[in-house]
Structure formats: C-alpha cells, structure tokens
C-alpha cells in the first residue's frame, strides 16, 4: 500500500451504504411506492437537468390561459444518461402522489438547490393543474408478434389505467354497460355463473365472449336471448375503430369529464420509454407517432401531452428512417420540446448519489491528496486530445477512489462498446452508476481495502466483461506471452482493450500504465513493467502497434495478419514503392531560396529525372537504390570538381533495411486490401480490414519519416567538397541551400546586381511619393531611388532598357513575358518583380512607352497604366517601347496652392503636383457627399455652398490631361480658398473631422422651436392667466430662431445651446405644473361626482359615470428630462393638457347627469330630483350676513316645493 498511516477501509468514507440496492434501470411504470420515493430522494439535478426541467414545466403553464398544439416531448440520451429517470421523475411531479406525510412534489423540490425559478414551476404547475400521467416502457407493453400499432398500445394502457379491459372490444362493452347503470349488476352475474373475478375472467380471450353472452341477458332486460346478446357483441366487435384520431378523442373526453366532475383544470400526459428501439427503422411507425401527437395538439389543445424517451435525438434518428426532407420537417416540428441529456450530467450524478462522502472523512481524503499532491499531478493523469478533469484537491476528494478523468472516460467508453448492440452496453442493461458502484463494493476489489487504493480499468473490465464479446474476453483470460508475467498481461490487455475505444485518447504504454495504478505512490516500476508486457504481447500477436501507440488485436485481424505475411514481394515492387515515397520527401528540394528568390532545380531521384526547369542539377540517391546498385562516393566527388552546376546528395543507409521492411509490409497489406475490397466480408472482417488500412497509413508514415531522416543523415557533394549531415531537426530544402549557396552565385554571376527582395507592395510604392522618409530600403539597395530622386540610370533599368533597345533594333518581340524569361536565365537570375520595377523606373521616368491591348500610356498616372506593372498577368501582355510639359511658375503656384488648401506637400514634377490635386480633390468629393446627405435633411443654412464646392472639385477631375488640371486648379484659387474653409468648418460641425457630430443637436433644436415652443407661445397668448412666459425665455427663443437658419449657426453655437437650454427649461416648467394642476383639478371633480352620488350606487356604474374623467386626471406628477429630450413631443401635448383643464366642468355635469338617469331607472316608486346650486348661488356677492338670506330662502322655497308632491321624494344638488 501506500506510505499512509490511515487505516480506514473504503467501504467506510462513503455517505449512504456502497453495497445498498441501487436500481441498474429505472423502470418508468414501475410505482412500488417505496421505489419511487427513493428515486425522488436520491434524484440528482445537475444545471442541464434544472434547465430541462424548468422548460418543461414552463411549457405546460402556459396552456393555462394560452391554447396550444406544439404538446410533444423528445427527450434523449445514449443508454445511461438518465433520460428514463428524466421522464420519471417528471411524471411523477406533475401527478404528485402522497407518499406518507409527503407529496412527489415536495420530494422533488427538496432537491432544488438555490433555482427559485424551478421550485416556482414545480409549485405553479400543482397549484394550476391536477394532472394525470400514463407512463410505461413501450417494449415491454407490445405483444410478441410485433405486429401491434403505437396507438392500439396506448389505447390498450389507457384502458387498462381506468380500469378497463386489455382487449378493445372488452373496454368498449364495460364502457357501454357502466354508461347505462347496469355495470355492477353485469359483473355480479360473470363471477357469479364463471366462479372467477371478473378482472380474470375478461382476460380469458377464448372463453370470455361466451361468459359474457349470458350475463348480458341476466343483468340486463334489453336482450330476449344469448343470441341477441351474441349479435350486439358482434357490433362492438365490427365497429371498434381505433387510430390516432379516435385515441386522441378518448383521451380528451375523459379529461373534460374529470373537469367537469372535479371543477379542476386537469392535463393529461402520456409518457413512452425507449420509443427509438421501438420504432428501429420503420418509417411508418415513426410517422404514426408523428400522427397521434398531431391528434394530441389539435385536439387536446394543451390538455394532453406527448412525451417519448430515445437513444437519439429527434433530428439524429430521422434520416435514418424518412427519405423525403418534407416528412422530416414536419415530424421535427411536432416535438418543439426537445431534451437532450449528455454525460456531463453523469459527473454530478456519480458524485452525489454514488460516491458522496461522509463529513469526517472529507478532511481524510483531503490529507491524501496533500501528501501526493505532486506525484497526482505529474503522473496520474491521461495524456488525451480532449479536455479532462483536472486532479485537484476538491476533485479527488469528490471522485475518490476514483480519479477524475476515469469518470470523464468511462460513459465514452461504455458509449463506444454499446454502439450497435441496439441500446444498451454490448446487451447488457449497465449504466455508470452501477458499474462505480459494483467495483466498490465488490470484496474482491477495493471493499475492504485501506485509503490509498484506486480504482484501476482492469476492475472496470472485469465488472462489464459479460457485456463484452465472449471471444475478445477469452483471448485475453488466455493471454500467457513468454517473457512476461500472465497477471501483468491480462491487466494490460484489459485497460488496452478499454482506452482502444476511445480514439481521443492514444493507447500508450504511459496512459496504459496511468490506468492500472492500484495506490498513490510511485509509477515507475509499473511503468517499466507495462512496456515490457507490450513488448512481449506484441510479439505474441496479441497487440499491434498504432500510430500513437498499442491496440487490441480480435481473433479475425490476427488470420488476416498471416494472410498478408504469405504475400510474396520482389526488387521492382520495393523499388517501385520507394520512388513513390521519394517523388514526395524530396520534392520540396527541387525548389530553393537564395537572398529572396526562389530557383528551381533539376531534381533526379535514384537516376531518374524528375524536374527540368532549372539551371542547377541535383542528383539524389536513396537507402534502396544503394541496396541494389553499387555507388561510388569518391568517383562522384571528382567529378563534381569541373560541374559548378551539379550536385550530389547520397542517403544514410543505415535504417536500409527498417525502411526495405516498412516497403515490404505496406506492398503485402496493400495487396490484401485491394483483393478484399468489394467482398462479401463479415463485420469482424470489415473492422479487421479497416485495421490494417490504418496500419497502412501508419507504415506510410513511418516508411517517409525514415526516408527523410536517411538525407537529413546523408552526404552532399559539391565542386568537390563533400559534407556529412547529422540535422533531423532540419527540413531537406534547408540541407540543400548549404550547398546552392555556393553554386547560384557561380551559374547567376550577375544575380548579385538584382538580389534585393522586391514585393508587390513595391512596384506600387515606385509610383508614389519617393520623398517622403518612408521608401523602402529595397530601392536604395537596387539604386533605382537616391534621396527621393528616381534613378534611371541605375543597373537593373539600364540593363532592362538596353535589352528593349537590342530587341526593337532586332525586330524582336518586347513584351513583358519575354522580359521575364530573359533576366530569369544565366548570368541574371532576377525575379520577375525585379523585372517589373526596373520596367517602372523606366517608364515613371518617361523613358519608355508601354502598350497593353492597342491602348498606348503616355504617363503614369493615367487610369490603369500602374496595373501594366503593378498585377503580373498585365506586365507580361505589355509591349514596351522607347519614347515626349506646365510651364514652372503655374507648377510652382499649384504646389503652393495644394499645400495650403489640401495640406498636401508634393515634389516640383508634373506628375506629382497632378496626383496631388487628384487626391485632395476626390478626398473632398467623397467628404462633401457624405455631408450633403445630411445637410439637406435638416436644411442647414450652408448646403449649398458644400454642393457649389463638390462642383468645383468635380470639373477639376474630369480634365482631360494633367496640364489642363493643373492650370484649371490655379484658376480656381479665389474660390476655392473661401469654399474649402467652408467645408471644413461644416465637416467639423457635422463630426467628420472630430468625434462630435452636432448635426443631431441642431436637428432637435429645430424641431423644439418650430414645434413645441411655437405651440407654448400660442397659448401663453391665448390663456395669459394659465400660461405665463417669461420675457427672459421668449427673448433666448427667438435668438435661436433667427441664428438657426443662417450662416453664423456654427460660429454662434455655443451661444444657440446656452438659449435653447433656457427655452427648454421655460416649457418643461410649464409642462410640468399644468400636468399637476389637471390632476389636481380631475382629482377635485372626480370627488365632487362621487358625493353627489351618494353610497348607494353600483360600483360598476360609478366607475362608468367616472370614466371620462378619470381618463383625463392624468398621474400626480410628471418630470421631463431635458437631456433625454422628453420635451420634445410629450404626450399629451401642452395644448391638450389646457383643454382638458378648462374642459373639466362639462365632464364633470356629464357624470352627474349619467348618475342622474341611473336614478331614474330605478323603478322603486321614488321621485328623484336635483337642484343646480350655481342657477342660485352663481351671481350672488356676499359683503355682509344679512347677503345670504335672500339666496338660502329662494333654495329653502324651490325645496319645499319639490317635496309638497305626492310620494317619496330624493333630492340631490349640483
């Protein structure tokens, strides 16, 4: 054991007993109520399984007030991932059975930790709907022929939830007869003529119509004889009609008679488990069950649901089984509920339900891990392409004895063996839960044995071995290779046999050895151990080797490994084999780079010649060529010394005969592999046969990788000098330029004069400006530019331009291709980019003419004369020729002038100044365009001095020739002095030179002056009592107006933000206390109408009365923020605001005139009258007591005289 003092077994750490009963498959029907309450109270929820959950439940809320057809749910997940215990549990919260002093659904939310929104759903769903769930594993319910529908399925479980008969016609007649009273009466007589319970006797299927004939006409008066009853079964019988549709209805008039019975809301959910093995391949089953939960939606409307549990998801499992995309669609659609659980579920769910430790122990294990925490983290751990859990404290103590990656790996692995055997691991029903469990408290494992040990995959393998194929188990029970323990090589054939699943992870000797590690401790003594076991294993024939290590050879892949080695392999089959290697090893070789330039060489590999488009030979020899041909080094050397254009590359042939065995290999398993392909093979054979392809590929590689490294070792001759290589880390191109090195300067001897390294991105820069500080170092090195002076006299132009003159006096072709072509070969070596800048020099220079397509250039700066040089495929279409100014002040004043308009500095030449105003120029246009678009939005005042400026800048660009511009463009001075300056103030106004655009801000200060603050003058003036305006606001408003529309807004804007603030200011305080004021005064009225009404009137015709009133009160108070701009356009506007303040009367007498004719409707004998105080007391001024008498008697008199008539009189007043 480890170096640890601890002496606990464990079995001890563990928080529930490891050797209690833990169900290996959740069974959906299954409702043993003690089953159930402890699924519900171990039930592990992970994030993704509340997520589910939670959707789930919020789903069937929304059929409370909303009606809905998308009722189906799909929920997958391979074999162990949960997906039946999902479907369980789910059940089983929406049902909420009592169990004891508790309900499922409190269970279920004693498991809820810190989701307030999923215990909400829980709570809402029970409180909203009593549900009803039909849930059974669908396999196990179909009958043995196999020929029953998924509908005749449900029917029958539905049936048979309610109490009635299996067999359709059964349930129909008990339905019948229970509808019509006579039910009981019906099943006295069965039992009491057949001595049996009726629930036996009905399914007796070959005796029950016969029992039930003659009980029918005792317990009933509506048939004469055992006929008559004989012939109303008949009927039954004929015309019971079971489909999609008909179930559907079923189950929708019983959940409305529940309604109707119990004044619920009730829902019905049928729940199928494992639908995906049911329906295999058959199309038409899948499309039935896309049928019935179509019936469900349509029907049901929300009532019943639809949930299935798969193997895969909804959209994996149909291409398999529908062709056409449309019948895809529509099934996809009708599952909108779809939940997919993935092992990442399992990690938490082994923790906590398996592997959870008791408290004292935690501290325990956490010990453990500090005393090993180095050796864990270097050793203990998978080298794999995937991400695995880490090895930390926390994680060790939660997994223990098990390491994290084991728990990451193992649902992959049991994924990758179950794969084809239908749904379960290679046919047996094992989940990861039961397999973490069972190697713990298994006494032959780690049960009893001290903290320390771990959990190794050999365990793993044992615990599933009945689940893997009997004949892989027993070629590895016995393995007894020579030279190696028997223990040591079933342990690694198991843990090999287990990681060969997984293709992430490589199967080598460190990750085997990783996996069998019994305690912490050291690892090297096994790890000795475990390459030793492969060795032997290997060449006992039970592992092969991989391209990342080891793997499991099965029984089929072994005779296949004798078929290929009686494959017979002569010399020309290896040499054959050995030039294809070579023809790609050593083709990067034909290509080298000398100071920038790529140069091909003549490259022959084993005496053939394999490139031809250089000037500089290389001659290759492999490890083969020299197994069978006799070469000279010495003879070669020699005769190197008079070849300065050939070189010499001899091999290392030390690895001869590894390489001449991978050849060998890979011709016999290429050979098998041909003659199998297209047979009739078993899938052992097909997987055998896929093997050695992989081996293949692996040989291949390992053949180039010897290959290369065989030059990377060999020797390399030149002009007599010979070096020996030791460089694996070296690429075979690099090797070669040692030695081209020497010879490209002795074949090119004037390559040196054209050496620099030109791009592309040059021969763009040779056309612009070269007195700047930022031209490239290549031109000075080339001497083609000398202190931003061009250079023609330079020697790559003046050779190139001698070359065009020779050719035009020789009558030759002068294109750019044959330019290329020339300066390519010996002495020169230039590249065509050399080429084609010295072209440019010439041609920028004026020394030359270029004509592409009939279209002769004159200048450089003509439209498309730079792409000539500048894109190759022109350049080499281009024939060139020998070749012909503003006078010095007009240059000199557009420099000038460009400088100060543009702040554009160029150099004293036609061609520059020209560029110079074609840049500034077209930088404006493109600026004034984007302006005018949003200037005449607004109607700034300065558009069109913008637009007269775009019009000058436009007629200098369409100026036939550069003179002409140039001469237009000093013409232009005065104006455009004025218009440029113009333009650029607006450009910064408008935030096209700075970050801030102001434009907006203009844009809403227009639309305030011009519209709310028009509208709050009109009625300062209209209602003075009302409104005021201060003079302080009206003067700031009209300062704005006036400079809005002129062309000192920007030079004024400051001033224009300073008043529109205090404008704006002015309104919302106005705004604001008229909005009070309405309520105020609404408010007031409102109670005014409300004690004229008195106690006695309805609510519901108070509130009537009321109701333009209170639509008009408004809210107590508003705040406009002037910042967010809420002045602008508030709602309601400030003129609806006064007229519903002066307008509050009228609505006022309207409410009390409504009441008023309530009153006269109400038909009690009662005399209802109502005085207007106002007519009264309206005129009346009161300067002393004795002013009130008159008024009070002329109100006392018009009382007394409405009360004197006959009856009961009510009096109100307004």
């Not at 036996?200 to 509506?222: C, G, H, I, P, Q």
């Not at 579920?345 to 008791?358: F, G, Q, W």
């Not at 002009?719 to 010879?743: C, I, M, P, W, Y």
Request: net charge negative.
């Amino acid at each position: 054991m480890s170096n640890t003092t601890s002496t606990q077994q464990i079995h001890e750490i563990f928080y529930r007993p490891i050797n209690r009963k833990i169900d290996r498959v959740v069974k959906v029907d299954n409702d043993d109520p003690s089953v159930v309450k402890k699924e519900l109270e171990e039930y592990i929820l992970t994030p993704q399984l509340e997520r589910h959950f939670s959707d789930a439940l919020e789903a069937i809320i929304d059929t409370e007030h909303t009606q809905t057809e998308d009722v189906g749910m799909w929920v997958s997940g391979f074999f162990g991932s949960g997906k039946s215990h999902f479907m369980k549990i789910l059940g089983h919260v929406l049902e909420n059975r009592e169990f004891a002093d508790t309900h499922a659904a409190e269970m279920f939310r004693d498991r809820i930790e810190g989701n307030e929104m999923l215990d909400g759903a829980v709570s809402s769903v029970n409180t909203k709907f009593d549900s009803e769930v039909l849930m059974f594993q669908i396999g196990a319910k179909a009958d043995a022929s196999g020929s029953e529908s998924i509908t005749e399925i449900i029917h029958r479980e539905f049936n048979i939830s309610r109490g009635y008969a299996s067999m359709p016609w059964v349930a129909q007649m008990e339905q019948e007869l229970e509808s019509r009273g006579v039910y009981d009466e019906f099943v006295g007589a069965i039992e009491a003529n057949t001595g049996k319970d009726w629930t036996e006797a009905r399914k007796d299927a070959m005796f029950v119509r016969s029992d039930m004939e003659t009980a029918l006409v005792e317990a009933t008066n509506e048939f004469d004889d055992e006929e008559d009853a004989a012939r109303a079964i008949d009927d039954v019988q004929d015309n019971v009609l079971i489909n999609a549709s008909t179930l559907a209805e079923d189950i929708v008039d019983y959940v409305e008679q529940r309604e109707a019975e119990t004044g619920d809301n009730c829902r019905y959910f049928v729940f199928i488990d494992e639908i995906s093995q049911f329906i295999g391949d058959d199309g038409q089953l899948l499309l039935e069950l896309q049928s019935i939960v179509e019936e469900f939606g349509q029907k049901g409307k929300g009532k019943v649901f639809l949930g299935v549990t798969s193997q895969e998801q909804l959209q994996q499992l149909i291409p398999g089984v529908l062709e056409k995309e449309a019948e895809e669609s529509k099934v996809i659609d009708r599952f909108p509920h779809r939940f997919d659980l993935t092992s990442e579920n399992l990690d938490k769910v082994v923790r906590d339900r398996v592997l959870s430790k008791k408290g004292e122990f935690r501290g325990t294990l956490g010990d453990l891990y500090d005393q090993h925490e180095g050796i864990l983290s270097a050793r203990y751990k998978l080298d794999s392409s995937q991400s695995l859990k880490p090895i930390n404290r926390e994680n060790f103590i939660d997994c223990y004895p098990f390491l994290p990656y084991q728990l990451d790996i193992l649902p992959e692995m049991f994924k990758a063996l179950g794969k084809g055997s239908d749904d379960q691991l290679a046919g047996s029903e094992r989940t990861l839960i039961d397999v973490t469990q069972s190697v713990l408290k298994d006494e032959d494992h780690l049960y009893d044995d001290e903290l320390g040990a771990l959990v190794t995959l050999d365990m793993i393998f044992d615990e599933i071995s009945n689940d893997i194929p009997s004949s892989d188990v027993k070629s590895i029970r016995e393995a007894r290779p020579k030279d190696a323990d028997p223990a040591t090589a079933r342990r690694v054939l198991k843990s090999l046999y287990l990681l060969q699943q997984l293709a992430w992870i490589p199967n080598t000797a460190d990750n085997i050895a990783t996996s069998l590690q019994t305690e912490l401790g050291p690892t090297k003594q096994l790890e000795g151990d475990v390459e030793d076991t492969l060795d032997a294993l290997v060449d006992a024939g039970y592992v092969g080797r991989s391209e990342e290590g080891y793997r499991f050879l099965r029984e089929t892949e072994r005779e296949l490994e004798n078929e290929i080695k009686g494959i017979e392999v002569g010399p020309g089959d290896i040499r054959r084999s050995s030039k294809r290697f070579l023809n790609d090893i050593l083709d990067e070789t034909s290509r080298v780079n000398y100071e920038g330039k790529t140069f091909q060489l003549n490259l022959s590999i084993d005496g053939e010649g394999i490139t031809s488009k250089g000037y500089i030979d290389l001659k290759t020899y492999s490890p083969i060529y020299q197994r069978y041909e006799d070469l000279d080094p010495d003879g070669l050397k020699t005769q190197s010394f008079s070849e300065d254009g050939t070189l010499y590359w001899i091999a290392d042939n030390e690895k001869q005969h590894d390489i001449y065995e991978k050849l060998k290999s890979i011709f016999q398993i290429n050979t098998v592999v041909k003659e199998k392909r297209g047979n009739e093979l078993s899938q052992e054979e097909q997987e055998a046969l896929g093997q050695k392809q992989e081996d293949l590929q692996r040989l291949r590689n390992e053949a180039e990788r010897e290959f290369k490294r065989s030059f990377q070792r060999g020797t390399l001759i030149y002009n007599g000098d010979t070096q020996e290589f030791d460089a694996t880390n070296t690429s075979l191109s690099s090797l070669v330029s040692r030695k081209t090195d020497n010879a490209i300067p002795k074949v090119f001897t004037s390559f040196k004069h054209g050496s620099a390294s030109v791009r592309d991105r040059h021969l763009e820069q040779i056309f612009g400006d070269l007195q700047g500080s930022s031209n490239p170092s290549v031109f000075s090195e080339l001497g083609v530019v000398q202190d931003g002076e061009l250079i023609a006299e330079a020697r790559i132009a003046a050779e190139v331009e001698d070359e065009i003159q020779r050719r035009e006096k020789a009558g030759e072709s002068r294109s750019g291709g044959d330019l290329i072509d020339h300066f390519a070969e010996p002495p020169y070596g230039w590249s065509r980019e050399v080429v084609r800048l010295a072209a440019a020099v010439l041609f920028r220079n004026g020394s030359i003419i270029p004509t592409y397509k009939e279209r002769t250039y004159g200048t450089y700066t003509e439209d498309g004369a730079q792409e000539l040089f500048t894109q190759v495929t022109k350049f080499k279409s281009t024939s060139f020729d020998e070749r012909e100014t503003v006078d010095i002040d007009t240059r000199t004043d557009a420099k000038q002038l460009l400088d100060r308009l543009f702040d554009r500095k160029v150099k004293s030449t036609d061609q520059a100044v020209d560029e110079g105003i074609r840049e500034g120029a077209n930088q404006w246009v493109s600026t004034t365009s984007t302006l005018l678009s949003q200037l005449r939005r607004v109607d700034f005042p300065l558009a069109d001095d913008i637009e007269q400026f775009q019009t000058r800048l436009q007629n200098l660009l369409q100026q036939p020739t550069s003179a002409k511009r140039i001469k237009q463009f000093v013409e232009f001075e005065d104006d455009l002095e004025d218009l440029t300056k113009t333009a650029r103030d607006v450009a910064e106004f408008c935030g096209e030179t700075s970050g801030e655009n102001r434009l907006k801000e203009y844009e809403t200060i227009q639309r305030f002056i011009t519209t709310e603050w028009e509208s709050l003058i009109d009625e300062a003036n209209d209602h003075p009592g009302l409104v005021d305006v201060s003079d302080d606001a009206r003067d700031a408003a009209d300062r704005v107006k006036n400079t809005l529309d002129t062309e000192g807004v920007i030079s004024q804007w400051n001033n224009v933000k300073t008043d529109y603030r205090t404008a704006a200011e002015a309104f919302t305080t106005t705004y604001e206390s008229l909005y009070e004021k309405r309520y105020e005064t609404y408010s007031d009225s409102i109670d005014s109408v409300k004690s004229y009404a008195g106690s006695n009137i309805d609510e519901s015709n108070l509130h009537s009365a009321l109701s333009d009133l209170t639509e008009r009160q408004g809210g107590g108070a508003v705040d406009l923020d002037i910042s967010n701009e809420d002045h602008i356009n508030p709602d309601p506007s400030i003129t609806r605001l006064i007229e519903h303040i002066q307008t509050v009367d009228s609505y006022e007498n309207g409410a009390k005139t409504e009441i008023d004719n309530l009153d006269d409707d109400d038909d009690d004998g009662t005399i209802r009258e109502s005085v207007d105080i106002d007519d009264i007391f309206g005129n009346v001024v009161v300067t002393e007591p004795d002013d009130i008498e008159a008024p009070i008697n002329e109100l006392r008199g018009e009382i007394e005289g409405l009360l004197d008539q006959d009856g009961d009189v009510e009096i109100r007043f307004r």
